[in-house]
């Protein structure tokens, strides 16, 4: 027990987390180096294809991510509820409609992340797998230049809930209540299969695993709602 106490208090931890986990990482991050300070604590924020290829090349002791890697040995475990949103400007005029048909949605112009992006890979899987194709606007590298697009009125958007909160509250975006959305995905904490966790790597594991979700909920306020 000593040895490994000693272990957690001493260790290194590299993060990497998608840069949609990073709306809450730091707020978890923020309590676990409270909970152990004498870890030191690395943390990449990058889209899912770098992810993948950090898992790969075992350059990284966790990742957190919304999609983990199918085609690689990896444990990857859900910690927290991931609902995806469809998001829009609060003058457009799907705004306050209720349930809004897939079909009517595909009419619409959507602002796109990165073909690495797992957001990217979930929207387009989401309306692959319903036979609709979407109409692709402008191409955005980074979750916050989509919201500011959106925003603009550039076009809609799916994002995950836990990177809209602040938009929400101030109501510079809205949720557009649409057939099939929220979208009920999962967080996911991913490491290599057979990867030796550290002490360091264990605990924040188990720390991620039990509480991240009582410390970063999604708050869903309803599609639409004000
Ligand atoms: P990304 O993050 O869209 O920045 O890749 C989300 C994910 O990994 O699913």
């Not at 990073?22 to 309590?31: K, Q, S, V």
């Not at 992810?51 to 966790?62: A, E, G, I, P, S």
């Not at 949605?105 to 899987?125: I, K």
Request: proline share 6%; hydrophobic share 45%; aromatic share 8%.
């Amino acid at each position: 027990v000593l040895e490994s106490l000693k272990g957690v208090s001493r260790g290194r931890l590299h993060l990497a987390v998608a840069s949609t986990v990073n709306y809450f990482a730091p707020r978890l991050l923020a309590i676990f180096q409270q909970r152990y300070p004498g870890i030191g604590l690395q943390l990449d924020v990058t889209n899912r294809e770098q992810l993948v290829r950090m898992l790969y090349d075992n350059t990284v002791d966790l990742v957190l991510m919304g999609v983990p890697p199918t085609d690689m040995e990896v444990e990857s475990e859900a910690f927290m509820a991931n609902p995806l949103v469809v998001i829009a400007p609060p003058d457009h005029p799907l705004v306050g409609e209720r349930a809004i048909g897939l079909a009517r949605l595909a009419e619409e112009v959507f602002v796109m992340r990165e073909p690495g992006s797992g957001t990217r890979q979930t929207m387009e899987r989401f309306f692959g797998e319903r036979g609709l194709a979407i109409r692709h606007g402008m191409q955005m590298t980074r979750n916050e230049a989509v919201k500011q697009a959106v925003r603009s009125g550039l076009g809609l958007s799916v994002v995950s809930m836990h990177t809209i909160e602040l938009e929400l509250e101030t109501r510079r975006l809205v949720t557009l209540d649409v057939e099939g959305f929220p979208d009920q995905r999962q967080w996911y904490l991913v490491y290599r299969r057979g990867k030796r966790l550290s002490p360091a790597a264990n605990a924040f594991r188990e720390f991620v695993l039990t509480e991240a979700a009582v410390i970063a909920p999604p708050i869903f306020l309803g599609a639409g709602a004000v």
